[in-house]
Structure formats: C-alpha cells, structure tokens
C-alpha cells in the first residue's frame, strides 16, 4: 500500500514539473509557461489510504465490467471498493462479440454496454481508492459476458455472477433438449408449460416434427368443422380465416372439395396416434394399416390449406360433426396443448445460435418451414435451427399480444436454491393481434425488435407508445376482467413451478460452484385461461432503463440481489427485498475423491509353438527373390 502511494504521489510531482518547463524558442526572448494543475490532497489521500485498508482488509475490493451503476453504487454504500477492469479495444471488440454470441444464448434482448471507458466516475476519491487496490485480490466480480472471467482461476472466497455450462437451459437447442428428460427428475409433463419443439437439423427430430405438423393439421382441421358448426357469443368463429389473394389459389377454389373425405382421413390420423400410444397397434396386421403415402398428404395439406387457410366453398357437414368433437376429446387427453394450437398450424421458426429476436420468423406452411431452414447451411450442420409451435390464442390485453419478463436468482445448485422475483413486466407488440400476417411486428414482443416500430395508430389508446407495462397495471387490467384472483392462483404458480422443473432437468449439467451466483430473465406467454407456457430463459438479461418501467424495476432488481448474495450471507434475516425463496432442495452428499489404483490381473498363456517372427515387407521380399535366384537360376528367365 505504502509503495502505491509513493508511486502517485511521485507520479503526480513528475507530470506537475514536466508541465513547467521553461520553453525557449531561437530569436526570441525566454518565457515560462505555467500551467495551474490540481494539487495533491494529503488530507483526501489519508482518507482513501484509510478506506481502502479497511476494505481490503475486510475482503471488500469488486470489480465489474459493463455499465452497471446500480450495482457500483449499491457496493460503495456497503464500503467495497472498486478495481477498474482495464480493457484494450481489441479485447472490448472482443466482449462486445462475445456477449451478442453467447449472451441468450446466454442474453435474451441484452443493450449493456461492456466498454468501461463510457462511465466516468466524476469523484475523484473513488477513482484514488480504485488505484490503491489495483494490485489487490478482488473478491467480487460482477460481468455481463460469461466468459470474462475463468472461473476455475478464481479462489475459493471469490464471488461471481455467472456459472459455468448454463447453456443447457439458456439457449433455444439447449432447453429443447433438456425438457425432454424432465420424466426421469419429476412427474410433471413439459407439454403443460413449454410448447413442444424440434431441432430440424437432427434427421430424426425433423421426420418426428412432419409427423407432428401433419398430425396437427388434421385436429385443427377437425375444430375447424366444430367451430364453423357453433355461435360464440352470437358470432360465428370462421372471422378468423384469412383471406387468400394469391391467384393460384383462386384458381384452385374451382376445384371440388371433398370435405368429407378430408374428415375421415383426419379421424383415421388421429385414431392411429392413439392406438399408437397404447401400443395396441402393434397387434394390427401392416396390411390393415392404412399409412397414407407421400402424395396422400400432399394432397391432403393442399386442401387443407384452401379450407382452413382460404375461403374455399365446403358442403355442408353437420352429419360429421359429433365424431369430430369425441375425436378432439380424446385427443385433448394426450395433448395438453390443443386448446393453444388454434387452426392455422401456426409454427415459429428460431435460430438457436442467436438473441434479442433476430432471424425469428412465424410460418403455416410445411414447404415454407423447411425451406427457411434448408436456406442456411451453415446452422444446419451446426444444429442450430429450433422449431416450436406457435400459440395462436394467447391472452390478449385491448387485442394485442405481449409476454412477460420473469427474473429468477439461482445462488446454488446443490442444494438447488431458486430465489423468485415478485415484480415483472409486460412487453407488447407494436401492431393488433392477428393471424391474417406472419410479420414479426404482430408476433414478436422483444423490446429489441420493437423499439424500432412505430406503434399502429388501430392500437389500443390505452398501450403506451414505449409499449411496456409493470405487473400493477395487469393486475388492474385483471381486475376490469373479473380475473383478477387467477395472478395467485394460476400464473404465479404456474411460473414458479416452469421454472423449478427447467432448472431440475439441467442440475447436472452446470459447473456449481460455491460462492456463484446468477440472475436470469424468463420469458412467458399466457394463454386465453392465463395458463403461463414458458418461451426461453435469458442469461445477463438487460439491465438497460430503457423505459420508465424498466428503469424502476431493473435498478430494483439489481439492489434485491445484491440483498441476497452478499446481505443475507452476513445475516440470515436479512431484507432479501422482492425475492422470494421458491424452491431448496435438499443437499446430496458428493463422495470425496480418495483416488482410484488402476491395475492389470491375469496370466501368460504359453503355446506348444511360438509365433514366427514379424518382418516388414520391405525385408521379406528381396530375401525371398534371392532365395529362389539360388536354387532355379533359369527362374527369372
């Protein structure tokens, strides 16, 4: 410490005597040029001297990349000090790529800035203090990239904010995967809260998602035939069909359609899948199965589409209709996520491997779909491509569709311990709800998309234009619903229960470390009973105040964690401000490692004739040419 303040003091004397020099210039007179500097303040310099001994002495020294000044401040207050991340440019480029790869993957929508040199501190007691600990250990690392800081570097007593291997429910591919094991942590079925998904790269799970498009299309053909038979509320449902302009399909509106056979070839589908899962098809001779062929469902998914998503002339089939609604019946028992589905076989097609929405595009069509994602080899051979149905009846608020941003805080991962935030926010699209454009204005509720949107002027008035909305005004929309009492009964629960069975399926797959911990952003969507389904899971989500709402309720977050990381380790009745512990589990004891003696048992075994000795070929055969030159000279003749 005394060597530092040397070292400034010196430092300081040598800039003042360079900048008083005496300047002389040939045939001119001498003149001196002082320049008034600031004078080093001992009194200022014992105080940060004094300061930073306790500081460091009570292990209190952080340091953070990025713009985060709730969280600098909220340190300083409880006497840390800070050591300045010192970043060349190139390793800012370097951050800056780095966390739009890997942040949502590991960043949903993250805007934090990682360049340290945009936030000056203007006092200058922090900035002397932050120089005397330039050489001290730092305790506490707060960052907005992963891989800023090698964990396996770190000391025991460090803290950080990231754990290592979170890519396994933060990126698209990942969660797709691991919510598929959640049958070996718990009883409860994904299907109920995280719409099914598909990775199109991998050969199996693309033919597994054509089966599932067209088994889709036909159940949604069968509640079309229900729905165009009954009233809602005086008004028929078929509004919601769109109208088709493309002349090819005008010209093919002339062409008969046999809705009936149309219907039963659906009924015989469907029949099939559930005999499927009762394994009651396996006693069916191959002979009695009636497996359309390629061209069937060609044919089939043409009509499909001038029927459902046209406005071709049908017959009348009311005579179907009671087998079409026993058959939905049943299949609502193996598919939870049919009242979702809607008619238009709907799907949103991702690219794994990026955030903040980008490349995210809805389509009906299954030549579409695969067309979108052969066009990119590159994510093909990577298996980045995710296919996930769309839900085409959410909950919408004056009409318009919105998701909400959920923050979760994991502080350990054996015993699991999930930390869940009280408060939220919605973020709606910039255009009405409809199902008549796959345009991401409509589909798409990322503030990062949005933002740059003008808001339609057919938009509710009582959406704001920065399109964001706290949980208190959903409450109070809830309240003009009559719905009021389902926020605790039905999405919270919901939420919190999400959540804890996505982090179970990939406990085993994090690098836990104590002393780690991690704040991640969840995004949901709500269907038309406010059943949450979750869409994805952001790591370093933005902490940018970017809106009134969010710059109340980020800084809040940022201050409630700190509360949980570092208050509450202190004292275990602390203020833990928002956060609510939902879930802890209890430990499981890890064997200690004692090391293991690897050894080889067993015996010679002994032959009557030893095996001949190997000679390569290079030896053997001038040998044996030489052999034979001996015995039949005439041989080579």
Known sequence: MEKVTAEIQQRDQEEAKGNRQTTTHPGARVCRNLVSLPVLNLGRLREAKALVDKAVKMHKVFSIQGRYPVIREALRARGWVEQRMVCSKRQVHHHRSGERRASSNDAGDNDNSNDPEKEQNPDRLHNLMSR???????????????????????HKEQMTNHFAKAGSFTTKTGLCLNLRNLKWFDSADPDTFFPRCYRLAALDERHDFIDDYRRTACTSLLKYIVERDQDVQGQRISHSIQTVKDKKLRKQWSRPVDISQMINSALRVCQEFLESLDHSDLDTSLDTQCTPTQEEWAKFLDSYYLVVHGEAEIKSSDYLVPRCEAMLQRMKRVNPQLDMEGIHNIWIIKPGAKSRGRGIKCANRLDQILSLVDGDPKLIRESKWVVQKYLERPFLIHGTKFDVRQWFLVTNWNPLTVWFYKKCYLRFSTQPYTLDKMDSSVHLC?????????????????????????????????????????????????????LIHTLQTAQDLIESRKNTFELYGADFM?????????????????????TPVTARLCAAVQEDTLRVVLDRRVDCTANTGDFQLIHRQAAVEVPRYVGINLLVEGFTLKGPCPPPPLKSCSRSVPRHRGRIKAKNPLAEK
Request: charged content about 20%; aromatic content about 10%.
């Open 132 to 154: 005397l600990v330039q050489n001290e250990m730092v305790y506490f690392y707060w960052t907005n990239c992963r891989d800023a800081i090698k964990t396996n570097s770190l």
């Open 446 to 498: 990322n503030n990062s998309i949005q933002k740059h949107l003008r808001p339609s002027l057919q938009r509710h008035r009582s959406i704001p234009a920065d399109n964001m909305w706290s949980v208190d005004q959903f409450k109070t929309f809830l309240c003009t619903q009559d719905q009021e009492a389902q926020w605790d009964t039905v999405v919270v629960p919901g939420m919190k229960s999400a």
């Open 526 to 546: 709500f269907d038309r009973d406010l059943c949450p389904w979750l869409i994805e899971i952001n790591a370093s989500p933005t902490m940018a105040p970017s």
